[in-house]
């Protein structure tokens, strides 16, 4: 597929609808405060909107706990809500991806309700069903993604059945090639409304071990660490099986032109590379977290880059993710001087960048009373919760910060009168107007998002350097993920003078630079030198 795909040279932004805009003054987003906001996304730069999960569900998990796949939930609105927001999307541009379940479904999902009804039920099979273990406990020794044992017994027909996460969520058997049907059915639903592709959620566990076998002891595990960490998760995830099961997916997609198909995967890059399919049949972008897993500093990032780059598949398109709704802000990972950073490592980097929102304009950690906690994986395991990075969006220094007329389902930050698009808009220095300052750098040179990568050794240990070039220029970037200056040499190369484009000290004062120059603490900077 040529290079100029839309999701290739583009850049994504996700919007979790419960904080993005609400619309009705509920304290909830729904989709039409989405397409209220599309404006601002369009300002911005961003090409396609993800958004995360609206439909109909009981909200055990905040929607990824879904009762019916072709849905809206009446919190978000309608289906004629959703039309609208994808229309309104598309005549600005914007590109719209959904995010895609395919993993459980709701415990009030019908197809579950009739699975339960009996052992004999037509849809039985449709999840994943056995027999308690001798001394009639668990099958085996699976764990819960959130805590406790990953099967719950019920008590009206003996057997037990199977939850990667909560009890609330349970597993559908992938091996039954009616559910495969069902699934590419809903996918078929959402690809006639519009869509432009799906991020396909825990899309790795969807295939277990057929004879439910223990998963071994970690002995990495220690204490503080989450449950799920006793074990690994050899056998009831990332099985080999998987592969046929994202070929389908892949397949119903191929009838609708340029559509992308994106897999939530936390697994190491030699497992993660494969999820690109034998000669790229599996999904376009397996999403790459390791920035969010890696430590801060400049040499385990050149590594890290490195060894992502070479584990790549012939063909196979690299991506990059700061943050999500699963994860800590990245400014309360770094800091609010290293954000900026962040923003530039991550839209000059070789490969399509996924954005979350509240990233572009420094929201950081916020703390959440625990009279307000929501998230059922903080209650299960205190210390785990994902509430702080789900927070409200802010725009403007209004009442709720412009996000709703009621108050928010979860607390805004301490400095949302100061921390929000509003206050960052026009302001020159703000993280904001440089994040949209690269965004524009991404669309004006194709160095930058389809350009080659290469590293530049030889930098200070706080400094990580490199080029991104195609036929017409070479922009090179330069980091500085320490707090001191730095003395940057340049390699001696024949042509012009490199051309100062962006700094994130927006004070500095070079507009040419040659031979070498000194990098401020917490700096970054891009430099350009087109070819002759």
């Known amino acids: 597929m040529a290079d100029t795909v839309w999701w290739k040279r583009g850049t994504v932004y996700q919007a979790y609808p419960r904080s993005f805009q609400d619309s009705d003054a509920d304290g909830v987003g729904d989709l039409r405060g989405i397409t209220r906001r599309l404006d601002y996304l369009a300002w911005l730069g961003v090409d396609a909107v993800w958004i995360s999960p609206f439909y109909p569900s009981p909200m055990a998990d905040y929607g990824y706990d879904v009762a019916d796949y ?14 609208a927001l994808v229309a309104e999307a598309h005549f600005r541009r914007l590109k719209v991806i959904l995010d895609f379940v395919p993993n ?11 699975s339960r009804a009996s052992r004999t039920s037509p849809k039985r099979d449709w999840y994943i069903w056995r027999d308690p273990a001798p001394d009639g406990g668990p099958p085996n020794n699976w764990i819960s993604n959130f805590g406790g044992p990953a099967w719950t017994r019920d008590e009206a027909s003996g057997q037990y059945y199977y939850h990667a996460f909560l009890r609330e969520q349970p597993d559908l058997n992938w091996r039954n090639p009616e559910v495969r049907a069902a699934m590419h059915d809903a996918l078929r639903f959402w690809l006639d409304r519009g869509v432009d592709g799906f991020r396909v959620d825990v899309i790795w566990h969807l295939i277990k071990d057929e004879g439910f076998r223990d998963n071994p002891e970690n002995p990495n595990f220690a204490a503080g660490q989450a449950e799920i960490n006793r074990f690994a998760q050899v056998y009831s995830a990332d099985r080999p099986e998987v592969f046929d099961i994202i070929a389908e997916l892949r397949a119903v997609l191929a009838p609708y032109p340029e559509r992308v198909l ?4 936390y697994l190491p890059v030699e497992r ?3 999820y690109y399919g034998a000669n790229l049949t599996g999904v376009d972008l397996p999403f790459n977290f390791q920035l969010i897993q890696a430590p801060w500093n400049a040499r385990s990032l050149a590594d890290l880059i490195e060894s992502y780059e070479a584990a790549l598949p012939p063909g196979g398109w690299p991506n990059w993710v700061l943050g999500n709704h699963d994860q800590p802000r990245i400014a309360a990972r770094v800091g609010p001087a290293q954000a900026a950073i962040a923003a530039m490592l991550l839209l000059t980097l070789r490969g399509t960048p996924t954005l979350y929102y509240g990233d572009e304009i420094g929201v950081a950690h916020v703390s959440i009373p625990p009279e307000r906690v929501r998230d059922p994986w903080e209650r299960n395991e205190p210390g785990h919760g994902r509430d702080p990075e789900r927070t409200p969006m802010q725009w403007d220094d209004s009442c709720h910060a412009g996000f709703s007329d009621a108050e928010p389902w979860l607390p805004l930050s ?7 698009v509003e206050c960052q ?9 440089l994040y949209r300052r690269l965004l524009r750098l991404r669309r004006d040179h194709t160095a930058l998002s ?6 530049l050794p030889g930098m200070p240990d706080t400094v990580l350097a490199y080029d991104r070039h195609d036929d017409a220029a070479t922009l090179r970037i330069v980091l500085n993920f320490g707090a001191e200056q730095q003395t940057i040499t340049l390699p001696e190369e024949r042509g012009p003078r490199w051309s100062l484009l962006l700094s994130t000290h927006p004070d500095r004062p070079e507009t040419t630079i040659a031979g070498g120059f000194v990098l401020g603490g917490d700096e970054g900077l891009i430099l350009i030198r087109d070819h002759p």
Do not use: K, M, Q
């Not at 849905?71 to 039309?83: H, Q, R, S």
């Open 70 to 83: 072709c849905g809206v939930d009446p919190l978000f609105g309608t289906l004629a809500d959703f039309d």
């Open 104 to 114: 459980h479904t709701s415990i009030a999902h019908p197809w579950f309700a009739e």
């Open 262 to 265: 994106i897999g939530e995967i």
């Open 272 to 274: 993660l590379v494969a």
């Open 414 to 420: 301490p400095d949302a009168a100061t921390r929000n």
């Open 425 to 433: 808009r026009d302001d020159a220095t703000s993280l904001l107007t």
């Open 450 to 455: 389809v350009g080659a990568y290469r590293g």
